[in-house]
């Protein structure tokens, strides 16, 4: 991706059409200019998130492997040039407008102001396996379609549980990303396809059997980064109907269940054992002190060294 701010523009001439640049030599820009004033970017497995605050500019990109969705952060709206492929549209920009822009797509944008934005990348394999697993659509038969400006309540709050996650000084637990991207990801392709799939619904929960059979794994491998793949794979079905069933059975996500558990342990540690507060983190899964304190005190309303005292 080649961004450019303004002054860098300035200094080196002006624009000549759509994405072009006047400039000295017909080699391209180097990486003086390929910058974002402010990023911070996290990429897991599937997916990818940057958080970006830079001034105005532009960007010219093609992104072959990644479907690429941009939220507006920005307090103000900002006035935004868009050019994807064939098409072209300009307006204001406020917080909560959303861009999407699918693989392989030429993206070209100039704009006005500070920008303030998320931007979430996903793979092309991933969507398709989405598409195949948890809406059981040939993903040959759909394909994201370009939204220059759009809005979507449920999309921007998985994002902004992103963000959160991107925005936390430890690091996360994978079995939460996997959860929100396939959520995140069923719900672009309802939305957002040239083909709306239907989505097979599933009532009742998990048979007895098999929900024995998540719990008691979950509760052996406490210590372990577990995935939601790991756990829908264990009753042979899609990530996301995995994860509507197993609330519908007990009222919790996995990711809740895990971290309920994993404080569970922690009491039992802390009440029976003498052990280094941070040695009994990392013994229940949790990636350090800090890591269990927060979750700790969200669940018990005290930190784990006041519940040992007590």
């Given at each position: 991706m080649a961004c450019k701010h303004r002054e860098a523009l300035y200094n080196r001439?002006?624009?000549?059409?759509i994405g072009a640049m006047n400039s000295p030599s017909s080699e391209p820009d180097q990486g003086n200019f390929f910058f974002h004033s402010s990023d911070e970017t996290q990429s897991?497995?599937?997916i990818q998130l940057s958080h970006m605050r830079h001034p105005a500019g532009e960007c010219d990109s093609t992104a072959p492997n990644d479907h690429i969705l941009s939220l507006s952060l920005a307090p103000r709206p900002v006035h935004l040039l868009q050019k994807q492929d064939d098409k072209t549209y300009t307006g204001m920009y406020g917080k909560g407008d959303m861009v999407i822009t699918p693989a392989q797509s030429r993206f070209f944008a100039r704009w006005e102001t500070d920008d303030h934005?998320?931007?979430?990348?996903?793979?092309?394999?991933?969507?398709?396996?989405?598409a195949t697993e948890s809406l059981n659509t040939d993903p040959d038969r759909i394909s994201l379609i370009t939204e220059f400006r759009t809005r979507n309540t449920q999309v921007e709050a998985i994002a902004m549980m992103l963000l959160a996650e991107l925005e936390q000084?430890?690091?996360s637990s994978q079995l939460y990303i996997d959860s929100l991207a396939n959520i995140f990801t069923v719900n672009l392709l309802r939305q957002y396809t040239t083909k709306k799939p239907k989505i097979k619904t599933?009532?009742?929960g998990l048979p007895p059997h098999q929900l024995s059979q998540i719990l008691d794994y979950i509760d052996s491998s406490l210590e372990q980064d577990i995935k939601l793949a790991?756990?829908?794979?264990?009753?042979d079905m899609s990530q996301f109907h995995f994860g509507r069933l197993f609330k519908q059975s007990i009222g919790r996500s996995p990711y809740q269940y895990l971290i309920q558990q994993r404080v569970?342990?922690?009491?039992?540690?802390?009440?029976?054992?003498?052990?280094?507060?941070?040695?009994?983190?990392?013994?229940c899964g949790f990636n350090s002190h800090s890591h269990l304190t927060n979750k700790f005190r969200k669940m018990t309303g005290m930190t784990p060294k006041a519940f040992r005292v007590n």
């Open positions: 001439g002006k624009t000549n059409g897991w497995q599937n934005l998320l931007q979430i990348r996903l793979s092309d394999q991933f969507l398709r396996t989405v000084n430890q690091p599933y009532e009742g790991d756990l829908a794979q264990l009753l569970e342990r922690a009491k039992r540690l802390l009440k029976n054992t003498d052990y280094l507060i941070t040695d009994i983190a990392l013994e």
